[in-house]
C-alpha cells in the first residue's frame, strides 16, 4: 500500500510525537513512583511506628505524600493512558514506516544472498517483527508466573540468554535497523502488557475487595509491584534500541553483540537510577 509522501511524513512526524511524548509522561510517573516508594521504605524503616511521609518542593508549592494499603474516599487518580497511547503509537508509526509499504525494508539484503535464509520476503519479515512481539510477551509472562520468577538473580540470567538468542536471530533474518527496532518494540510491548494486563487487573481487584469490606489480597500488590519495577529495568535499554537507528557506527552495523551489551549496561544504568 503505497501512501502519498507528504502525507506520509506528516503521519510519521504525528506518530512519533505522541509516541515520545507519552512515553516521557509514562516512564515520569514509573520513575517518580519508584524513587516516592523508596523514600517512603526509607521512613518506614526509620521510625516503625509513625506514618510514613515523605515531604517535597515543586514549583511554587510543598507536597505531602502518605502510602495507604486500601483507598480513601477522595477521588482514585489512575496512570494508564500512557502506556496505552505510548505502546499504539509506536506501533501504528511502525506499521506506516514499514509495515504498509509491504516490509520490503525489513530484510537483510545480504543475508538473502545465502540459501539457508528463510526469510525471503517482506511478508514473512512482517511475521517475524509482530511474532516477535507476540512471542516475547508470552515467554516473559510465563517465566514471570514460574517458580524461577520468584528468584530476582535467576530470572534475570535466564531472560538476558533469552534475549541475546533474540537479538541473535533478529539480527541475521531481518536488517540490522528494523532488528534493533522490534527488539524494543518487543520490549516496548512487554511493558505495556504488563501495565494492562497484570498491574491494573490487580489493582482493580484489591479496590474491589475494599469496596465489598475484604482486606485486600497483599499477594496481588507483590505482583504488580514486581511487574512494575521490571519495566523501570526494561525501560533503559528500550530507549537504547529505539535511537540506535541514528548511530548505526556505534552500533558497529547493528550487531547483536554490541545490542546485548548494551541491554546489560542499561540494566545496570536503571539499578544506579533506581536507588538514586
Keep these: 500500500m503505497e501512501i502519498n509522501p507528504v502525507l506520509n511524513d506528516w503521519l510519521q512526524l504525528i506518530l ?6 507519552a512515553a516521557i ?46 483507598p480513601g474516599p477522595r477521588t482514585l487518580h489512575w496512570f494508564r493512558r500512557e502506556p496505552a497511547i505510548t505502546w499504539l503509537g509506536g506501533f501504528v508509526l511502525l506499521t506506516v514506516m514499514v509495515y504498509l509499504g ?20 517482506g511478508p514473512k519479515a512482517i511475521a517475524v517483527g509482530v511474532g516477535a512481539l507476540i512471542v516475547g510477551w508470552v515467554v516473559y509472562d510465563l517465566l514471570v ?29 531481518l536488517s540490522g535497523r528494523w532488528a534493533y527496532l522490534h527488539l524494543g518494540a518487543m520490549f516496548g510491548t512487554i511493558m505495556a502488557a504488563n501495565v494492562w494486563m497484570r498491574i491494573l487487573p490487580a489493582q482493580r481487584r484489591m479496590i474491589a475487595a475494599t469496596k465489598e469490606g475484604k482486606q485486600p489480597d497483599a499477594r496481588l500488590a507483590a505482583r504488580a509491584k ?29 550487531n547483536w553483540i554490541i545490542m546485548s551489551v548494551m541491554i546489560l549496561v542499561g540494566w545496570g544504568v536503571a539499578k544506579i537510577i533506581r536507588r538514586a
Excluded: C
Aim: charged share 15%; aromatic share 14%; proline share 2%.
Design 25 to 70: 509522561m509514562w516512564v515520569g510517573t514509573t520513575y517518580y513512583f519508584t524513587w516516592l516508594d523508596a523514600r517512603l521504605h526509607e521512613e518506614e524503616a526509620g521510625d516503625a511506628k509513625a506514618k510514613a511521609q515523605v515531604w517535597m518542593v515543586h514549583s511554587g508549592g510543598f507536597y505531602v505524600v502518605e502510602k495507604e494499603k486500601r
Design 102 to 121: 509491504g516490509g520490503s525494508g525489513l530484510i537483510d539484503a545480504e543475508a538473502l544472498g545465502n540459501s539457508h535464509v528463510l526469510i525471503n520476503s
Design 145 to 173: 508466573q514460574s517458580p524461577l520468577g520468584r528468584n530476582e538473580m535467576l530470572f534475570a540470567v535466564i531472560a538476558f540468554i533469552l534475549i541475546v538468542v533474540a537479538a541473535y536471530g533478529l539480527t541475521h533474518v
Design 16 to 21: 512519533r510525537w505522541t509516541h515520545i511524548f
Design 226 to 254: 514486581l511487574r512494575s519495577k521490571h519495566n523501570t529495568f526494561i525501560v533503559v535499554p528500550t530507549v537504547f534500541l529505539m535511537i540506535s537507528n541514528h548511530y548505526p557506527v556505534a552500533t558497529y552495523g547493528y
